[in-house]
């Protein structure tokens, strides 16, 4: 059973930083794509980044050049450092895993982002 753990939500000022963690157990980290999620309150669930298990990445337009996703597989561990926080940024974000060439989805419970003006 995999299972993905979040940590790293909390309340900031805008322009300030956050880094949330995502851990998983269940799976060898280093095949599997990873990425962030987040949904505010009655919208969709939208992508934030993702990143590969070869290391490439990819990030949504409305954070481009603010956040970072990256990984450490010897902790089994995704991160997303998040700089200059908006208050458009405040969500719950979702870490979400995928085995390579496979089709089922893996969600954590989610952590609260909450950015202040």
């Known amino acids: 059973q995999v299972q993905l753990v979040e940590t790293g939500g909390g309340l900031v000022q805008a322009g300030e930083s956050l880094r949330l963690s995502c851990t998983a157990s269940?799976?060898?980290?280093?095949?599997?794509?990873m990425a962030w999620y987040r949904q505010a309150p009655g919208k969709d669930r939208d992508l934030v980044a993702r990143?590969?298990?070869?290391?490439?990445?990819t990030y949504a337009d409305s954070v481009k050049g603010r956040f970072t996703i990256s990984r450490d597989n010897a902790r089994d561990t995704v991160y997303l450092q998040m700089n200059s926080l908006k208050p458009d940024d405040t969500a719950v974000y979702y870490c979400?895993?995928?085995?390579?060439?496979?089709?089922?989805?893996?969600w954590g419970q989610g952590t609260q982002v909450t950015v202040s003006s």
């Open positions: 269940g799976t060898i980290f280093r095949s599997t794509s």
């Open positions: 979400h895993l995928r085995w390579d060439h496979s089709t089922t989805d893996y």
């Open positions: 990143v590969f298990s070869h290391g490439g990445t």
